[in-house]
């Protein structure tokens, strides 16, 4: 049974770091792309940044590119994303997802990151 | 950026009613015969849940009430007799590039 679970969420200050992990069970998790997906409060989901079967493509959102930054251990089966300088507007659940074809379809409970003050 | 723009933003159905959500994209999302169009279905405390892809390919498990249509730009998801567990948040989502992109949503409510 596919599950995905990710951790490292929390409260943190504007300027700060986190960094939040997915680990991956029941899945060929080496064949296939990894995606991260925050969605804040009352509003839709947002594509954050996307990371190929082998990690040698990444592609990031514009809102994010510099700051933040997803890689993967195939070997334990868990994607990070390294989130760098958060600000207020970073706040969100942030969810990983499975890619097949590019389409996101097996998603995480999601960790709340809350950036504040 | 393909921007999907999702009608109407909310929607009041009788039980077993029929429902149709619209999604319209900014550009084709049409490739090699396949629309590279999926729709979600997200309750509250949940995350997003695949419901179709490619436009009109219903995953497994999900009721057969629940169907998609479209191809280019413009697409519709159908729940043809709503039940009370179909009471949700729906999006639409483009995965033909990046950025992946969603629509704002439509909530489906009982009426």
């Known amino acids: 049974q596919l599950q995905l679970v990710e951790s490292g969420g929390g409260v943190v200050q504007p300027g700060r770091s986190l960094r939040l992990s997915c680990a991956v069970s029941?899945?060929?998790?080496?064949?296939?792309?990894m995606h991260w997906v925050r969605q804040a409060p009352g509003k839709g989901p947002e594509w954050v940044a996307g990371i190929w079967f082998d990690g040698n493509k990444k592609d990031y959102a514009d809102s994010v590119k510099g700051r933040f930054s997803i890689s993967r251990d195939n070997f334990n089966n868990t994607v990070f994303l390294q989130m760098n300088t958060l600000r207020v507007e970073d706040s969100a659940v942030y969810y990983c997802?499975?890619?097949?074809?590019?389409?996101?379809?097996?998603w995480g409970q999601g960790t709340l990151v809350t950036v504040s003050s | 950026d393909i921007v999907m723009t999702q009608s109407p933003d909310s929607l009041a159905v009788s039980l077993g009613e029929r429902a149709t959500l619209n999604c319209k994209s900014s550009?084709?999302?049409?490739?090699?015969?396949?629309?590279?169009v999926a729709w979600f279905q997200q309750k509250p405390g949940q995350p997003p849940k695949l419901l179709i892809s490619g436009a009109s390919t219903r995953e497994s498990g999900v009721p057969d009430r629940f169907s998609g249509s479209g191809s280019g730009t413009d697409f519709t998801l159908t729940i043809s007799s709503l039940q009370a567990e179909d009471v949700a948040l729906y999006y639409c989502?483009?995965?033909?590039?990046?950025?992946?992109?969603f629509g704002q949503g439509t909530k489906v409510e009982l009426k």
């Open positions: 989502h483009q995965y033909y590039n990046s950025p992946w992109t």
């Open positions: 029941g899945y060929m998790f080496s064949s296939y792309g």
């Open positions: 997802a499975t890619s097949s074809f590019s389409l996101l379809d097996y």
């Open positions: 550009q084709s999302v049409l490739y090699n015969s396949n629309s590279y």
